[in-house]
């Protein structure tokens, strides 16, 4: 296993590694997408300002309807509803939509080996 591992790094194959532990997943048990539609020219404004907010594990932009799409992590539902209102709160943010996320069947952060 280290020698195939060492082969697949030497050649660039693989570039990194990613670790998710129990607590990683059990950490945010409320999870959710938000599709954010931003007006006018505030979109930078917007993203540097939901790239500091602790709740967001991720942020994209995108095309199409929505401009944004954040993916939220909190501990209740409450929690999760408050930083739902602090992003509609915010000036140039003009529709938004959000899913929680029941049940994760597939998720991109590590995989195992073997």
């Known amino acids: 296993m280290r020698a195939r591992l060492a082969k697949l790094r030497a050649s660039g194959e693989i570039i990194g590694f990613t ?12 999870r959710g997408l938000m599709m954010i539609e931003i007006e006018g020219s505030g ?8 790239t500091k907010m602790a709740q967001l594990r991720a942020v994209h932009s995108t095309n199409g ?9 909190a501990a209740t539902l409450e929690d999760f509803d408050e930083v739902l209102a602090r992003i509609r ?12 996320l029941l049940k994760t069947r597939k998720s991109g952060q590590g995989a195992r080996l073997g």
């Open 43 to 50: 979109t930078e404004r917007i993203t540097r300002t939901l």
């Open 65 to 73: 309807r929505w401009d944004v799409i954040v993916e939220i992590g």
């Open 19 to 30: 670790v998710v532990t129990r607590s990683d997943v059990l950490a945010d048990p409320v």
């Open 89 to 100: 709160r915010m000036e140039g943010v003009v529709a938004s939509e959000t899913s929680l």
